[in-house]
């Protein structure tokens, strides 16, 4: 009989073990899927950044097509007219702008200009 309560205390302690470990792992498991959930939201959040960033950059990739073929279209008086209300640096800084453009169009294509396009307006 000894023998017996013996081996009943040392399962039931064994079985209490078990259960504290399940509860533990069970409570864990919870976090996990809490955490989770708060992963899947900011993945959802940041695919959707990255939807509108890719949808504004084809926008801003025509917008700037469309404003190199108007400036490649422009003579010096047709420009001079367009940034003629804007400050003496301001208009330097687009004419720098428009002259690298020149410069790196010419070594990507061997293109040329007309004389038609700016020539360096200051």
């Given at each position: 009989m000894k023998e017996f309560k013996r081996l009943?205390?040392?399962?039931?302690?064994?079985?209490?073990?078990?259960?504290?470990?399940?509860?533990?792992?069970?409570?864990?498991?919870?976090?996990?899927?809490?955490?989770?959930k708060v992963t899947n939201k900011k993945l959802n959040t940041s695919k959707q950044q990255i939807t509108r960033m890719k949808r504004y950059a084809q926008e801003v990739a025509v917008t700037i097509d469309n404003l190199k073929e108007e400036i490649s279209n422009l003579t010096a008086n047709q420009l001079e007219e367009k940034i003629k209300h804007l400050s003496h640096?301001?208009?330097?800084?687009?004419?720098t702008f428009i002259?690298?453009?020149r410069v790196e169009l010419q070594s990507k294509s061997g293109w040329q200009p007309s004389m038609t396009v700016v020539e360096g307006i200051y």
């Open positions: 009943l205390r040392e399962k039931d302690k064994q079985l209490r073990s078990v259960m504290r470990h399940q509860a533990k792992s069970t409570r864990y498991i919870d976090r996990l899927k809490i955490r989770l640096g301001e208009r330097v800084i687009i004419n002259q690298k453009g």
